[in-house]
């Protein structure tokens, strides 16, 4: 199965086809920049005797201008420059159980511990839930946040505290959509904003779907907000565990040679040249800029290369697990070696999902859920990205964050299921500038409460950013011109090497 770029995925042809468009139907592209009519009709049927410029047979992302640090309001403090250059996200979104994971709670009564034991990890003294075995033996790289909290209860608004280090106005709203006042940029926005680009490849991805509730809602906190549309993340729209993967925007289809591309990018730099005469000459060279660079893409075997993922041994891609979300993460660690910055990798919700219990949403069944579908995939995945970075000599330049955006009720109610529950769960870190063998805070006896050492989403964020080397209190511009600090929090200082 091919897959779609979504959101900053705009495809040369898209380009081509805007520049040549009819101005009354702009809705195929929208950007901050308005769309204006370039050329007349006698330019648009020479174009497409030239050969059709708008469909070129092929497709591929547009990359938005590189970023330089401290550019356009942001600042970064040498002094905070951390020791990761790229961090992978991975989303468990629907809330993990705390109790089954990275806090057990083996003395609590059977209705709060649940129905599995603490497995001992090969650090004394910190004990997984025995879902995860092969985590446990890796706990030596891990440090354990056991009293994250966002006080908040709703999918959508919990998420977007995580997300962005801001809480929701209001919190506990469920099903609420992306916008004023709550357009805070998330991580791989603010990163992309600060970080330039190495390489081809924007700062930012995010894979293999945006995160949306059952009534198909997408969740604040996933976009650029207000820093605007040219430093969003990448959306890869794909199912990367399917037989016939591959990443159409980035395939020459069969009849586009090489020699065949170039003569094209010519072309359009021809027609551009005849076109900087017009009165919105700033628009044209920005869209010329951009197409430049996404024939770049296409042009770089690196670049192509990174998203194929038929070139991993099969020893390797079974290591990771044959699951969507297996591959994704497997997806990450290529993306990162080819030199994106950030990659959310979110939890993988397919059609088959079910409504009462969606994802990590375990409302019924939650011992079912775990042992079958849940902990499996997510305990093989995190072990295998966390030995194969080390294996190629990236473990210490890349931070691993394991999050969601809340954990789940301390008792277990009628349907054997656990609820929402932001007052207190647990998050995972790895690599990049994290000490490994350390828990920091820790929950009340039944895992309901933060006890000691409380972590709320901001100092999460201010820690992310710190080990990527950015100053916390950095600033962006929003809308109305005010500088704003990328983080409102402490840095988590006890975990970090």
């Known amino acids: 199965m091919g897959s779609t770029l979504l959101t900053q995925s705009y495809n040369v042809g898209v380009i081509i086809t805007w520049l040549f468009s009819d101005p009354r139907n702009p809705a195929m592209l929208s950007l901050q920049l308005q769309p204006t009519r370039l050329c007349d009709g006698i330019l648009r049927r020479e174009v497409l005797r030239a050969g059709g410029l708008s469909a070129l047979g092929l497709s591929l992302p547009l990359l938005q201008q590189q970023r330089t640090l401290g550019a356009n309001g942001g600042s970064v403090a040498s002094s905070a420059f951390g020791k990761a250059k790229s961090c992978i996200v991975l989303f468990l979104m629907g809330g993990p159980p705390q109790h089954s994971t990275f806090d057990p709670k083996p003395l609590a009564p059977v209705e709060v511990r649940g129905e599995f034991a603490p497995i001992r990890s ?22 354990i946040l056991r009293a994250m909290s966002t006080g908040d209860n709703a999918h959508s608004s919990s998420g977007y505290y995580m997300l962005t280090g801001q809480p929701h106005a209001p919190m506990n709203a469920e099903n609420v959509n992306p916008g004023f006042p709550n357009d805070y940029p998330n991580l791989g926005a603010t990163v992309r904003k600060l970080i330039p ?27 650029a907000g207000f820093l605007g549309q040219a430093v969003e993340p990448w959306l890869l729209n794909c199912q990367p565990a399917n037989p016939a993967f591959r990443i159409d925007e980035f395939s020459l289809s069969s009849d586009i040679t090489e020699q065949r591309l170039q003569e094209r990018r010519s072309l359009l730099k021809h027609i551009n040249t005849h076109l900087l005469g017009t009165d919105d000459r700033a628009t044209l060279n920005a869209y010329g800029n951009l197409t430049e660079k996404a024939f770049d893409v296409l042009s770089s075997s690196a670049a192509r290369r990174a998203f194929q993922l038929g070139q991993e041994p099969d020893i390797v891609r079974d290591r990771y697990g044959r699951s969507q979300f297996g591959q994704s993460v497997l997806m990450s660690r290529r993306l990162v070696e080819a030199g994106v910055s950030l990659v959310q990798v979110n939890w993988f919700r397919g059609p088959d999902e079910p409504t009462n219990a969606p994802c990590w949403d375990s409302h019924t069944m939650e011992s079912h859920r775990l042992k079958t579908a849940l902990c499996p995939p997510a305990d093989q995945a995190l072990s295998a990205l966390i030995e194969d970075l080390e294996a190629h000599g990236l473990l210490q330049e890349t931070l691993i964050v394991v999050m969601s955006e809340f954990g789940r009720s301390p008792r277990m109610n009628s349907a054997g299921g656990r609820d929402h529950w932001g007052h207190v769960f647990s998050v995972a870190l790895a690599g990049g500038g994290i000490q490994g063998g350390v828990v920091h805070g820790s929950s009340d006896a039944i895992g309901g409460y933060p006890h000691e050492g409380k972590v709320s989403p901001q100092d999460l964020t201010a820690t992310i950013f710190h080990c990527l080397g950015l100053d916390p209190d950095a600033t962006i511009t929003d809308t109305f011109g005010r500088p704003l600090p990328i983080s409102r929090g402490e840095i988590i200082r006890p975990v970090l090497l």
């Open 197 to 223: 680009a190495r390489g081809q490849l924007p700062a930012s991805i995010r894979l293999p779907h945006r995160i949306f509730n059952t009534d198909g809602s997408v969740w604040p906190g996933q976009d």
């Open 122 to 143: 090969v650090v004394p003294g910190i004990d997984l839930c025995e879902l995860w075995p092969r985590t446990a033996l890796l706990t030596d790289k891990l440090a």
